[in-house]
């Protein structure tokens, strides 16, 4: 893939948006309104780049329904994939002899876990144990034996715990094994162990050096604490109306929710659908909360 020749439109020349619970409704529907908004910000010069916690091979059909056809920034930032040539132009994983002793030492301070591991490639497998059985009508399945999750390369692992919630597995985990993987939090029981390094900013900064933009170009958009390293990697961080209170603390504007049309809210603002009228005649844009974004010191005694 090739870099793109764009004139940077004021204020944004990039509109990095997460997929679910952000751009997507909760059916994963793209509302009429917010492809509308894409479309306009397009025409104007921005490019659109998604940036998802999904691995490739558990999102190309929905970004062929999306009718997507640029780069994409997957597996939470370890994977950059040409959705047009359907090919992966890099990729970051796990070894899974080496993971394998990280995950007991949680299980160790926590107590048991439920798996799930995505193993490498667009053609990877969904393998989970018992516990994540609510994600095989997703296309995952059962694992045969606990060696058959480590039997292949591992893009991500997830974990789950019976009694402990994803804040407070996700920092254990982080005690545990900080130095050795990448620990996120990307959905309800979606707690993510991932390569050390990797993040949705590193994705974002790999798509950047191949595309040609900066930080200052792009406006993100997320609603859960995977997003925070994008959304401060971004000149401009939206959280969603739906979004995890550490996001929107993060966060430089609170958007209306994903079932709200929240992106699309914010787009229209800076690619409005009138652009062509004078100020006086536009009607008001819809509200959303803007303020400043906090620093560490600031969230920590929130």
């Not at 793109?4 to 509302?31: E, I, K, M």
């Not at 007991?104 to 994540?132: C, K, M, N, S």
């Not at 191949?210 to 406006?219: S, V």
Request: aromatic share 4%.
């Amino acid at each position: 893939m090739t870099a793109p020749t764009r004139r940077r439109p004021p204020p944004f020349g990039v509109v990095a948006t997460d997929l679910d619970g952000t751009l997507l409704r909760g059916d994963l529907s793209l509302s009429a309104r917010t492809r509308a908004a894409l479309a306009r910000a397009e025409a104007s010069g921005a490019l659109h780049l998604v940036v998802t916690g999904r691995a490739a091979a558990g999102c190309r059909t929905l970004l062929e329904r999306l009718d997507y056809r640029g780069l994409a920034v997957c597996g939470q930032g370890a994977q950059l994939y040409d959705v047009g040539a359907d090919r992966l132009l890099s990729s970051q994983g796990l070894h899974g002899p080496t993971v394998r002793p990280l995950v007991a030492r949680i299980a160790e301070q926590a107590g048991p876990l439920r798996l799930a591991v995505v193993t490498a490639g667009l053609t990877g497998d969904f393998l989970v144990t018992p516990g994540f059985e609510s994600r095989l009508r997703h296309g995952w399945r059962l694992a045969e034996s606990p060696d058959d999750l480590w039997a292949r390369p591992v893009d991500k692992v997830l974990i789950r715990h019976d009694h402990l919630g994803d804040d407070e597995l996700a920092a254990l985990a982080r005690r545990v094994c900080a130095d050795e993987v990448a620990v996120t939090h990307s959905g309800e029981g979606l707690v993510e162990l991932l390569p050390a390094g990797v993040s949705k900013a590193s994705g974002l900064a790999a798509a950047a050096a191949l595309l040609g933009f900066t930080p200052a170009d792009t406006i993100a958009f997320g609603d859960m604490p995977n997003d925070i390293p994008m959304i401060e990697w971004a000149g401009y961080g939206v959280a969603m109306g739906n979004a995890h209170a550490e996001l929107r603390r993060r966060a430089d504007e609170t958007a209306p929710s994903n079932e709200e049309d929240g992106v699309a809210v914010v787009l229209e603002r800076f690619f409005p659908p009138d652009a062509g009228r004078s100020a006086a005649d536009r009607p008001a844009a819809a509200p959303s909360t803007t303020h400043r974004r906090e620093s560490p010191t600031d969230v920590a005694h929130a």
